[in-house]
């Protein structure tokens, strides 16, 4: 139900625009999120944006990434500027039915997740 896309390998500097599909799920009814995870570590929520587009970020992607949703088109997005290596990980997006779900969660859907490298 969702579907993520838009990861690629970039040069750090670089920008990515990551996507979601949602099917199934009217997304106005829904807070969406994006995290993300590196082998070995915990998922880590970076961006998360409430059913009135209030935005929360972690201090990692503060100011450089920008989450943001298209109702109409039942879509989520994250833009990602200034990428850095650290910044690589699988990015997955994910769609909770409490409006107002913080970065922690719970989620109650997820999508398969896209891979962004961040390499010279």
């Known amino acids: 139900q969702l579907q993520a896309s838009g990861g690629g390998s970039v040069q750090p500097g670089g920008s990515l625009r990551l996507s979601c599909e949602v099917s199934?799920?009217?997304?106005?009814?829904?807070?969406i999120a994006w995290y993300r995870q590196v082998p070995g570590k915990e998922r880590e929520g970076v961006a998360c944006?409430?059913?009135?587009?209030?935005?929360d970020y972690s201090d990692s992607v503060k100011g450089r990434f920008a989450i943001s949703r298209d109702n109409a088109k039942n879509m989520g997005y994250l833009q990602m500027n200034s990428l850095k290596p650290e910044d690589t990980a699988v990015y997955y997006c994910?769609?909770?039915?409490?409006?107002?779900?913080?970065?922690?969660?719970?989620?109650?859907?997820w999508g398969q997740g896209t891979q962004v490298t961040v390499s010279s």
């Open positions: 944006i409430s059913g009135a587009s209030t935005t």
């Open positions: 199934g799920l009217s997304l106005r009814y829904y807070a």
């Open positions: 994910a769609a909770s039915a409490l409006l107002t779900t913080a970065r922690s969660g719970p989620y109650d859907y």
